[in-house]
């Protein structure tokens, strides 16, 4: 058998171990991964506590989103209610949207990757936990507050994709606007911390042998999400901030009269928008292919198509974001292949389908309540992919855009895709964390409730939007044919109500959470994550040959709890989990975890704060914030990266792994270079916006700097990459005394902070600002984004120089130094890019 | 890297050829220029998708193991679907 690391497959063999394990090793591993008690129970970090809290959180927010549409609905079912004032309306419904979208479907399913994927992997937690716990913490507590805007009247109402002009600070003068712009922006942080999380967990903490066939299908739809989120989520980051810039300093992004375009605004937001209904389908799409599966005691049919379906979803779904747009008036020929493009995006959608209505036919399925969810789900979503693709049909979006034939496609897709399966997840998987399973009988009126009311609320739904109601109105008049329809769907809406109530009901009633004493396997799931467990995950990692190992392997739990696989004990006296190799998942080296900690959570609170203190313009208490977070930041971060005493541990078997590694196979690494591809997509989309503008008004365009300005700027940037990298070469020369490495990483930074000075300077002297015009906007925009790098620049390398004060940077190789370089290094590549770019186009090119 | 190259390049090819058309179309409206820049780009894909297939179909025969074989064969399906979703997404620049 090849290997991918050189680790010798063979030593496969020697588990399950024979050998007595020796007195004290659980209690052990149970002190080390102890949970704290009482109010530090707040600075856990394990991802049992955390993932749960996660997804209680989340579904809190369903809760309250959904409270939103009943009221909404109750306003509706007659027409001239006055339940509701437009006002008030019209903040309730962008509240729906926005809570639904970004406070309950993104974070619910990366609360089920935090909980599910360390026990569907074998690895005792995911690679980061404390960012895990600070990205939690911050989407609770700015979720939170961000609600709360609905009691004062000052959420947002401008609809959940926010569009200028409606929403510019000509039309919204207010702060409710600000409040969306600013207080989403806690959740984008917390979602690019979960990615960051997943693609890292998932490609290099999973258990031996897992190898890339073997992984769970709920894992690859997790690693697609989260590169989604990577791709997508700096698209709405930099909308979000050019939007905000606009109304709070009159730079003209959206502004049409001043060289900017209302429609840039629609290209950033859906194509962040648009994937962003794969990013909420494709993990519960992975949730279905794992219980339909075990619910129907067979193998999946189809587990390579499911794959490639849930790759070529991730691919084509950044391809359609115009479809939103086809009455915008955009040329033919773009409106042509984005149709094209949006039908065929349902091919991959139809392979999972098929796919899960063969397993349940092959498979003998019983009925019980996550299978009723399941079997529901399919129906529904396959209804709204229908209709989907009648709206991929340009003439026909043409009439049934903005109606509430779209209203009812919408939730059909999102119900049937994200909640169904959301629901049939929580009845499969609450045994695996609770001392009790959920009702079987309360979940089957459940279910039943749910799945007719959501049929009674959305399908007459169509042919009220058929009938040309508007969506987003508050009011309609009699005699236009839509009471009845409408009547309908309010009673339906009512019916869901009730299916939640009982479901939260069965909740009160039966979940008991517990880490070690939870009910089991109650459907007889054949994957990883129905090992017995504790606080510290499996008891041993075992060796995985294939895909559904309890199945294969009868006596798998068994040996697990006896230790008879890898990590039977702590290795090293602290948390530690195996770091293996991202295709054929070998071991590599053993990487020690951080413990619970009240920095994250502090470091959370204060990010809150920063966003909401901002929308509220407490200018001067906001920056206070914004420096407490990156303070609590610093002091998290000062504990980690420190070699332990011993180099070398046996992880088991006689098989020995480092303790510490450096390098481009490290989790920090790679998590770095998953933050960078965030940081150059905003990039992108910048780079964009500033085309899109020349594109639409050449005629605002002025001379930009002269090009003699590039030499220093170009120059500054290339030294200060030079002397990053020549500080890490030096730092493994130990006996570098007369510039210590940390020194040169100070002089790289001033030399980033001088090439932006010269850049800003050189601007400012041809007279554009920001407020001048698209062309000053979108320079500026590159400028404030060059600032923000050259600002964590500067802080790594004071933070680097601090470590290495401490005696703490390792030689001759080290982690910080190592993430400090990157981090330079790419600084000077975009702000050597955004340089040219804005000087030699157009004009020179 | 080479391996994922491999297991992703048809789609990279699909993505590659979707933003290229919309590139086209933006910069050149419906034109005849652009149909004809369109159907370039979609010729230029189809060749790419055509040699990763043949890549793949290659490295599927020369897998010594199951891990290598499914990666061969999902890259294989990948760029086939490929190869299809091209000649569907270039199709409106004759048709429309």
Redesign the interface.
């Known amino acids: 058998?090849?290997s991918e690391t050189g680790f010798d497959p063979k030593l496969y063999d020697r588990f399950p171990t024979r050998e007595p394990r020796p007195e004290g090793e659980l209690e052990e591993l149970e002190r080390i991964w102890h949970a704290p008690t009482g109010w530090a129970r707040l600075t856990v970090v394990n991802n049992n506590f955390i993932g749960t809290w996660y997804v209680g959180a989340a579904f809190l927010f369903f809760i309250l989103a959904g409270v939103l549409a009943l009221v909404m609905r109750t306003q509706l079912a007659l027409p001239l209610q006055g339940i509701l004032p437009q006002e008030t309306y019209n903040q309730f419904f962008t509240m729906h949207g926005t809570v639904m979208m970004f406070l309950f479907a993104v974070p619910a399913v990366e609360a089920l990757g935090v909980l599910l994927l360390p026990q569907m992997l074998a690895a005792r937690d995911l690679p980061f936990p404390r960012l895990s716990a600070y990205a939690f913490w911050a989407y609770l507590v700015g979720g939170l507050s961000f609600f709360c805007s609905l009691f004062f009247g000052l959420a947002p109402d401008g609809g959940w994709f926010m569009y200028p002009p409606l929403t510019s600070i000509a039309y919204s003068p207010g702060i409710n606007a600000d409040f969306w712009l600013l207080g989403i922006g806690f959740i984008e942080i917390s979602a690019i911390a979960g990615a960051i999380e997943i693609v890292v967990g998932v490609l290099r903490t999973r258990a031996p042998g897992m190898?890339?066939?073997k992984m769970p299908i709920f894992a690859w739809a997790m690693l697609v999400f989260a590169v989604m989120i990577i791709i997508g989520f700096p698209s709405i980051i930099l909308g979000t901030l050019l939007l905000e810039l606009e109304r709070a300093l009159n730079w003209p992004f959206f502004d049409p009269t001043r060289g900017g375009d209302a429609l840039l605004w629609q290209h950033l937001f859906w194509f962040f928008g648009h994937p962003e209904v794969y990013i909420i389908f494709l993990p519960a799409a992975g949730l279905v292919s794992m219980m339909v599966a075990a619910l129907a005691r067979t193998p999946l049919v189809g587990y390579?198509?499911i794959?490639?379906a849930l790759?070529?979803t991730?691919?084509?779904s950044?391809?359609v974001w115009s479809h939103h747009m086809f009455v915008t008036g955009m040329?033919?020929?773009?409106v042509?292949?984005f149709?094209?493009?949006s039908m065929?995006v349902s091919?991959p959608a139809g392979i999972q389908v098929f796919s899960w209505i063969a397993t349940v036919a092959v498979g003998k399925p019983r009925n019980n309540t996550p299978t009723l969810f399941l079997l529901g789900g399919l129906v529904t979503f396959v209804i709204g992919g229908l209709t989907g693709v009648m709206v991929a049909l340009v003439p026909f979006d043409w009439q049934a855009h903005d109606s509430y034939f779209i209203v009812a496609h919408l939730h059909y897709v999102l119900i049937g895709g994200m909640v169904f399966p959301l629901f049939a997840a929580f009845y499969y998987w609450a045994p695996m964390m609770s001392r009790r399973a959920l009702s079987e009988r309360l979940g089957k009126w459940v279910f039943w409730l749910m799945f007719a009311g959501m049929q009674v609320a959305f399908l007459p739904m169509h042919l009220t939007g058929l009938m040309g109601m508007p969506r987003r109105v508050y009011t309609y008049l009699p005699g236009r044919d839509w009471e009845v329809t409408n009547m309908i769907s309010t009673i339906g809406a009512y019916m869901i109500g009730l299916g939640v109530l009982l479901f939260v009901i069965d909740l009160a009633r039966n979940f008991r959470f517990t880490a070690g004493d939870e009910a089991g396997n109650v459907y007889g799931g054949g994957t990883l994550e129905w090992l017995p467990t504790g606080l510290y995950s499996t008891r041993s990692i075992p060796v995985v040959k294939s895909r559904e190992p309890l199945w294969d392997d009868p006596k798998l739990s068994d040996d697990v709890e006896a230790g008879r696989y890898f990590l039977p004990n702590s290795a090293t006296g602290h948390r530690e989990t195996l770091i293996t190799s991202p295709?054929?998942a070998e071991p590599e080296y053993l990487q020690i975890m951080p413990g619970p900690s009240a920095w994250p959570l502090f470091a959370a609170i204060f990010t809150a704060g920063f966003f909401l203190l901002l929308t509220v313009q407490a200018y001067n208490p906001s920056i206070a914030s914004g420096v407490l977070a990156v303070l609590c930041v610093l002091r998290w971060l000062w504990e980690t990266d420190r070699p332990v005493a011993k180099a070398h541990a046996d992880v088991g078997a006689g098989i020995i792994l480092p303790t510490y590694a450096t390098g481009p196979r490290t989790h920090g690494w790679w998590a770095m270079t998953v933050l960078l591809v965030v940081i150059g997509m905003i990039f992108v989309m910048a780079v964009f916006s500033y085309l899109y503008l020349y594109?639409v008004h050449p005629s605002f365009w002025t001379s930009p700097p002269d090009a003699p300005w590039l030499l220093p700027i170009i120059g500054g940037h290339a030294a200060a990459a030079g002397f990053a990298l020549l500080a890490r070469r030096l730092l493994a020369r130990e006996r570098t005394t007369l510039w210590t490495p940390a020194t040169l990483v100070l002089i790289a930074a001033g030399f980033a902070l001088f090439a932006f000075a010269i850049d800003w300077w050189s601007w400012r002297a041809t007279g554009l600002t920001g407020a001048t015009s698209g062309q000053g906007a979108t320079v500026h925009a590159f400028l404030a984004l060059q600032g923000i790098l050259t600002a964590i620049v500067a802080l790594m390398a004071l933070y680097l120089a601090a470590r290495n004060a401490r005696g703490i940077v390792t030689r001759p190789r080290n982690n910080s130094m190592d993430l400090t370089v990157m981090f330079i290094a790419y600084t000077a590549a975009q702000g050597t890019l955004a340089a040219l770019l804005t000087r030699l186009f157009p004009g020179a090119i | 890297m080479r391996a994922w190259l491999l297991l992703l390049g048809g789609l990279i090819v699909w993505a590659v050829h979707f933003f290229g058309l919309y590139i086209v179309a933006s910069v050149f409206l419906t034109t005849d220029t652009a149909r004809m820049l369109a159907l370039l780009v979609t010729l230029a894909c189809l060749i790419a998708d055509a040699m990763l297939l043949a890549a793949a179909m290659r490295a599927n025969r020369a897998a010594d193991d199951g891990t290598r074989r499914w990666i061969a064969s999902l890259a294989a399906l990948g760029a086939a679907i490929s190869l299809v979703a091209v000649i569907w997404q270039g199709l409106p620049a004759l048709l429309v």
């Open positions: 058998m090849t190898t890339l066939d390579q198509l794959v490639l790759l070529a991730g691919f084509i950044f391809g040329p033919t020929l773009s042509s292949f149709s094209a493009a065929a091919v295709i054929r594109g």
